[in-house]
T-cell receptor
Framework: GDSVTQMEGPVTLSEEAFLTINCTYT??????LFWYVQYPGEGLQLLLK?????DKGSNKGFEATYRKETTSFHLEKGSVQVSDSAVYFC???????????????FGTGTRLTIIP | DAGVTQSPTHLIKTRGQQVTLRCSPK?????VSWYQQALGQGPQFIFQYYEEEERQRGNFPDRFSGHQFPNYSSELNVNALLLGDSALYLC?????????????FGEGSWLTVV
């Protein structure tokens, strides 16, 4: 079945450092790929997405490129801020049927802490 | 525009009891999915409802059941609660037509079983 493998955490960085969180996936078809973020005590918020190979998703300074050849979707940010401290989840979606919509398969999450 | 809303926010139940969690999808969405997120883990897919029918189910026992109403809102029911059912239960909504649609999540219902 589908699966997502995420970089183990926790990750601690200083403010303005460069961030990379690795994500690789296994899927039988051509899934869409997502990064979700979860702030303390909150639900999941979509950070960015890419729906086909070589697409780049971007939002709030974060970027990730859908790499079909390496089955990867690594999250990057050039200069992190304290407010980026959260748990980040990589996920893929798979169509359920022609009458339904996608279901998401998540990685285990990476806790990111940014130190001032 | 209200997003996905869930109730209750927090609840505590005793082993063996039953619980009902509720979800209203984002305006314009007709598909509702439920996920269970155990502490320190990623969310796990429970099931999805579209057109008032369960479309697919994840690896969860029959103690987990659901319903979707004509207004697209949904309920998740868990019977015979176990300690291991303690988790954050997330509702997600999307549009049922087409693919690549964005899935939006509510803030979740924290269930503690004691």
């Amino acid at each position: 079945g589908d699966s997502v493998t995420q970089m183990e955490g926790p990750v601690t960085l200083s403010e303005e450092a460069f961030l990379t969180i690795n994500c690789t996936y296994t899927a039988t078809g051509y899934p869409s790929l997502f990064w979700y973020v979860q702030y303390p005590g909150e639900g999941l918020q979509l950070l960015l997405k890419a729906t086909k190979a070589d697409d780049k998703g971007s939002n709030k300074g974060f970027e990730a490129t859908y790499r079909k050849e390496t089955t990867s979707f690594h999250l990057e940010k050039g200069s992190v801020q304290v407010s980026d401290s959260a748990v980040y989840f990589c996920a893929l979606s798979d169509r359920i049927s022609n009458f339904g919509n996608e279901k998401l398969t998540f990685g285990t999450g990476t806790r990111l802490t940014i130190i001032p | 525009d209200a997003g996905v809303t869930q109730s209750p926010t927090h609840l505590i139940k005793t082993r063996g009891q039953q619980v009902t969690l509720r979800c209203s999808p984002k305006s314009g969405h007709d598909t509702v999915s439920w996920y269970q997120q155990a502490l320190g883990q990623g969310p796990q897919f429970i099931f999805q409802y579209y057109e008032e029918e369960e479309r697919q189910r994840g690896n969860f026992p029959d103690r987990f059941s659901g319903h979707q109403f004509p207004n697209y809102s949904s309920e998740l029911n868990v019977n015979a609660l176990l300690l291991g059912d303690s988790a954050l239960y997330l509702c997600a909504s999307s549009s049922g037509q087409g693919g690549g649609n964005t899935i939006y999540f509510g803030e979740g219902s924290w269930l503690t079983v004691v």
